[in-house]
């Protein structure tokens, strides 16, 4: 597949046109377009044979044609000649979380910066500083910011990662005999970034299977072939591993390549405790080296005295001790979902007509969903002027009657202004069914500020939800700088709602937030921020997220039905 690449190099046209102060439309198309490929579960290649590219959300003739022109020539000429006016890696630079395309060409124009090696250097002999309005904490931020690029680099989306590894399972049981098979390791546990993809698999043909492993269509290079263990490099370069055993230690190596790696120390010691010992083979006792069990992993959780635990809770985070006394949380799941609290439609960035999101959505099954577009302040996403609000709401109440087993809410992602007001008064904020807020501007301001910032608008009665609560990019942003105890403690006392945002690359709040909030009795929903039809199914992510996050049914308001939700909709207002 070739997504990736083609997604890197709209992004880095984005990047140019930055650098050269263009319009920030055409920017902001490009990198829409980039990341929608990047998040594309279908081979982009599949798309041009077929002549389908204008169907990729945000994707237009001009950057169709592009695309295009990269597969039959191997480079697009635009592109080419952008480059030239730049370094070839100044556009690392920008990498770094903190620095924009403005500093960026201030870096380079007066201390000629071109790439991280000299960032780094500068910021080391306090060169960054000299520049009047950059300053020390900006050289600290920027020493910092390196630090993470190079610590996050080489990690992949849990949603890529759920993707490729279904394609390469999907491959192997059609060419090899298996009768068990699952991703283990932090793919398994669900964690929002992976390292390389672990595969577990049961079978009576060892060798047949290891011999559709490195055949894989995906499969680029062999870095090991063993008997029970190979290790292939894909096309998009990721590693991914393979172990085969028998059927008779399928569960024992199932539990042992899933981990987490303290998880499993603390299992073993318990085993001991227990006259046992614990390998991927099996549970055996330690005085005669008799196997006990290792087929199924529950068997071996439950000789030792615990309950089967989810492989999300795996994180040594006190889940064996509540699974000693059978108190593990009854873990929310996907098939109790009935709405989705965050979609934006064609009325600001979004690429589809209100109508198209509900055929959407009743196709999955859903019973509700809320629309919830950009406010004006937002105009690089063609945020949305009041009277527009207004005509959106006749708009939805007009649709609404097409539909008989689905309900459009109207709703608007309003950004927090930087004094912490919102971006529409009262008129409008109480004839929407649903208020989200967000942060999309002002993000470096200090922590009291923005926490404030933040508190201040939870108060307005009108809010129910606060939309991507720290504000990160996985691989990309930092959180800005927040105090979330104090904001989930907030949530708690005023009863305001938080966001798991499901966007692949925001996954916010964060598993072991939404674990905090659940303790103070905060209630928590999940919204896609789908901008086109596909990403709609996201939801599945948010679950992932909450269950990581020990989050039960009652704690999560998208298993409400309509008329429950809008009931706690309207007392939260009172
Ligand atoms: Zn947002
Ligand atoms: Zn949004």
Redesign the pocket.
């Known amino acids: 597949m070739k997504n990736k690449e083609i997604a890197n190099l709209l992004y880095k046209i984005a990047g140019f046109l930055s650098l050269k102060n263009e319009n920030p439309f055409r920017i902001r198309s490009y990198e829409r377009a980039a990341q929608s490929i990047e998040n594309l579960s279908e081979d982009i290649e599949n798309l041009i044979y077929n002549k389908k590219l204008l169907k990729i959300p945000h994707i237009g003739e001009g950057i169709a044609k592009k695309i295009e022109e990269y597969f039959s020539k191997g480079k697009i000429e635009y592109y080419e000649n952008l480059r030239k006016e730049f370094p070839e890696k100044i556009l690392d630079i920008v990498s770094v979380p903190g620095i924009g395309f403005k500093t960026a060409k201030i870096l380079y124009e007066k201390l000629d910066i071109k790439n991280l090696n000299d960032l780094e250097l500068a910021a080391k002999l306090n060169r960054i500083m000299e520049i009047s309005h950059l300053g020390e904490k900006t050289q600290q931020n920027i020493l910092r910011g390196i630090e993470f690029i190079r610590k996050n680099r080489e990690r992949i989306f849990l949603f890529t990662g759920l993707a490729l590894a279904e394609s390469i399972i999907d491959e192997l049981k059609k060419k090899a005999r298996i009768k068990q098979i699952c991703p283990a390791g932090s793919l398994r546990r669900k964690k929002e970034t992976i390292g390389d993809i672990d595969i577990v698999c049961a079978s009576t043909d060892l060798p047949g299977v290891m011999n559709a492993f490195i055949n894989l269509s995906q499969c680029k290079r062999i870095l090991l072939q063993g008997e029970t263990k190979s290790s292939i490099i894909t096309n998009d370069n990721i590693q991914v591993d393979l172990r085969v055993v028998k059927p008779e230690s399928y569960g024992a190596a199932l539990q042992y390549f899933t981990g987490s790696k303290e998880h499993n120390i603390k299992l073993r010691n318990l085993a001991n405790e227990k006259g046992y010992k614990i390998n991927e083979y099996g549970l055996f006792k330690i005085k005669n080296n008799k196997k006990v069990t290792g087929k199924k992993e529950e068997d071996i959780y439950n000789q030792l005295g615990l309950k089967w635990i989810p492989a999300e809770l795996r994180e040594n985070q006190g889940e064996i001790e509540k699974s000693k006394t059978n108190s593990l949380p009854k873990l929310i799941e996907y098939s109790r979902i009935k709405g989705d609290f965050?979609i934006h439609s064609n009325w600001s960035d979004g690429k589809d007509s209100i109508e198209d999101i509900a055929g959407k959505a009743k196709q999955m099954g859903l019973e509700w969903i809320v629309i919830c577009d950009?406010s004006q302040s937002l105009k690089v996403a063609h945020g949305m002027k009041p009277e527009e609000v207004l005509n959106k709401i006749k708009e939805i109440k007009k649709i609404n009657k097409k539909f008989k087993e689905l309900k459009i809410l109207c709703g608007a992602?309003i950004d927090i202004l930087a004094n912490g007001s919102l971006d529409y008064k009262k008129d409008i904020l109480e004839q929407l069914d649903f208020v989200l807020i967000?942060i999309?501007s002002g993000f470096k301001q200090d922590e009291a500020t923005m926490t404030n910032r933040i508190i201040s608008a939870m108060r307005n009665k009108y809010v129910h939800m606060f939309?991507?609560p720290t504000g990160r990019l996985l691989q990309k942003r930092e959180p800005y700088m927040v105090n979330m105890d104090k904001i989930i403690e907030e949530a708690s006392r005023i009863g305001t709602f938080l966001e798991i945002?499901a966007n692949p690359q925001r996954l916010d709040l964060p598993d072991i937030y939404c674990r905090k909030a659940k303790e103070k009795g905060v209630l928590m929903g999940i919204g896609t921020?789908a901008h086109a039809l596909e990403q709609m199914e996201y939801l599945s992510l948010g679950i992932w997220v909450a269950r990581r996050g020990w989050l039960e049914s009652r704690d999560v308001l998208n298993t409400l039905s309509y008329k429950q939700l809008m009931k706690i909709l309207q007392q939260k207002r009172k």
């Open positions: 965050h950009h992602e967000a999309h939309a991507h945002n921020d």
